[in-house]
């Protein structure tokens, strides 16, 4: 934070209506260090209540021992000859993701009410390093909810694939997740600006996305309508990486290429969206 507003002209006595100031050259190294020094100010706050990712974690706990232990017994999912406790895990840890990133605009508003986005607003970083860095933070998150999800997979018997290209590729797509997400929840907290009308839109989102995946049954099981909504749901391709990276034997309908394109694509379309409306929260 600090390194962020080291050189802005009297931060605090900026006005709600301040506009960008005039955005000169500036080398990616140094833009990358931008996005770095927000995403480690974002996790400093984790780090002062470390709790929230034990709580966090009894939501995927009880996915897995309650709902796939069940339906594993039922066999009522095809799911291609995987286990569905197997098949369910991927789909449990999306969801984790989906549920840190998607509230991650409340977190912002609580900065506009502090005054803390006047005054990013006013630094040398440019709008996409912000919005960016607090991604890079929500995925760190993220992270930590993967390590969780595996331990609790592995000890229910799940066949995990513990291949170093799988796991590096699994971190990437968890980044990338929540990513997607988290500047997708700081686009409608840009939009709302209260968090009264933003939990109530949060809690009306989270469902339907997770849902209208791929995370709890295949996309061949939904109706054509909800097919179509599948299909350009992110979280489908979030959770088709996954499951090919995951699991061992584990496979993509898509192929984990075109999942990691959709995501980049989906993310780089949410930055600029999120870069263009961040100044809003200070109006």
């Known amino acids: ?5 080291a050189t802005s002209p009297n931060p605090a006595a900026i006005l709600p209506g301040s506009v960008e100031p005039p955005a000169g050259h500036v080398s990616p190294a140094r833009w990358l260090g931008q996005c770095l ?24 706990a009880l996915w897995l021992m309650v709902f796939g232990e069940v339906f594993t017994r039922v066999h009522a999912i095809p799911t291609g000859g995987v286990p569905y406790l197997d098949f369910l895990a991927p789909g449990v840890l999306a969801q984790s993701v989906l549920f840190i990133a998607i509230f991650y605009g409340i977190a ?6 502090l005054g803390l986005v006047h005054k990013l607003l006013v630094s040398p970083a440019s709008r996409a390093a912000l919005v960016l860095g607090k991604a890079l933070s929500a995925g760190v998150r993220g992270l930590s909810q993967a390590v969780i999800v595996y331990l609790l997979a592995w000890l229910l018997g799940v066949q995990m694939n513990w291949h170093l290209p799988a796991m590096l590729g699994m971190a990437f797509t968890v980044l990338l997740g929540a990513a997607v997400f988290s500047t997708f929840s700081l686009i409608i907290a840009c939009i709302v600006k209260t968090r009264e009308r933003f939990m109530g839109i949060g809690q009306i989102l989270t469902m339907p996305l997770f849902f209208a995946s791929n995370a709890m049954y295949p996309i061949a099981l939904m109706p054509g309508w909800l097919k179509v909504i599948a299909h350009v749901n992110p979280l489908t391709y979030e959770v088709d990486a996954m499951r090919a990276l995951m699991i061992h034997g ?8 075109f999942d990691f394109g959709v995501l980049l694509l989906a993310m780089a379309a949410l930055t600029v969206i999120g870069a263009r409306l961040y100044p809003n929260l200070a109006r």
């Open 1 to 5: 934070m600090k390194e962020i507003i």
């Open 37 to 60: 020094t927000v995403a480690e100010m974002e996790l400093h706050k984790l780090c002062h209540d470390p709790t929230e990712l034990l709580t966090r974690a009894i939501q995927p």
């Open 108 to 113: 912002v508003i609580w900065e506009r009410d």
């Open 250 to 257: 584990g496979a993509s309908a898509y192929g984990v290429g």
